[in-house]
């Protein structure tokens, strides 16, 4: 049974600051590694994949990977209050199948 | 706005009706995901689709939760004799096979469920 598992927070940073969102993974064969943002009442939306070790960059989001670790973050640097949403990590299998999501990291960005 | 549509976007009923929700994917996505979320926990597997083929469905999946994608294009989920429980958001994905792994969900907008 595959897991994925977050802290469900709160997790509050004030405006501007980094926060950081973190996810760990228990199937050692997972292959892919997706962050969604989710705002209430709304559908998951992509923010980044990523699929090597090491970090990927776009714009204020940074998706960490170390699969030794079987851990994968999230960092949003220069935090808006538009950022507060749930956070879900997903990961899935190398054939793209399985997809299984994290509970989500509710975050609140302070103004 | 995706480009993944759901129908209908909020359904009420009384518990014991059966309901039917549609998914329109992508047009040109072969694969199509459906997901349950409540309230406080991510998305949950249902079942998914490889064009008109439902290759996995979930534990979840009861006898009275049916799936179907008959052309490979739209899906529709029913359920049947709706209980309580079933209250949920319904959520549709689609994706396209590309690289081993590499594939990227994409959610339509979700049909809230209310069962009284």
């Known amino acids: 049974q595959k897991e994925v598992e977050q802290n469900s927070g709160p997790l509050s940073v004030p405006e501007g600051a980094i926060a950081s969102l973190n996810c760990t993974y228990s199937d050692r064969v997972s292959q892919s590694f997706f962050w969604y943002r989710q705002y209430s009442g709304k559908s998951p939306e992509l923010i980044m994949s990523?699929?090597?070790?090491g970090d990927k960059e776009d714009g204020r989001f940074t998706a960490q990977l170390n699969k030794a670790s079987q851990y994968v973050s999230l960092l949003i640097r220069d935090s808006q209050p538009s950022d507060s949403a749930t956070y879900l990590c997903a990961v899935t299998d190398n054939y793209g199948q399985n997809f299984v999501f994290g509970p989500g990291t509710r975050l609140s960005v302070l103004p | 706005d995706t480009g993944v549509s759901q129908d209908p976007r909020h359904k009420i009923t009384k518990r014991g009706q059966n309901v039917t929700f549609r998914c329109d994917p992508i047009?040109?996505?072969?694969?199509l995901y459906w997901y349950r979320q409540t309230l406080g926990q991510g998305p949950e597997f249902l079942t998914y689709f490889q064009n008109e083929a439902q290759l996995e469905k979930s534990r979840l999946l009861s006898d009275r939760f049916s799936a179907e994608r008959p052309k490979g294009s739209f899906s529709t989920l029913e359920i049947q004799r709706t209980e309580q429980g079933d209250s949920a958001m319904y959520l549709c994905?689609?994706?396209?096979?590309?690289?081993?792994?590499?594939?990227?969900?994409?959610f339509g907008p979700g049909t809230r469920l209310l069962v009284l």
């Open positions: 990523i699929y090597s070790n």
């Open positions: 047009s040109e996505h072969n694969r």
């Open positions: 994905a689609s994706s396209l096979t590309g690289l081993a792994g590499q594939e990227t969900q994409y």
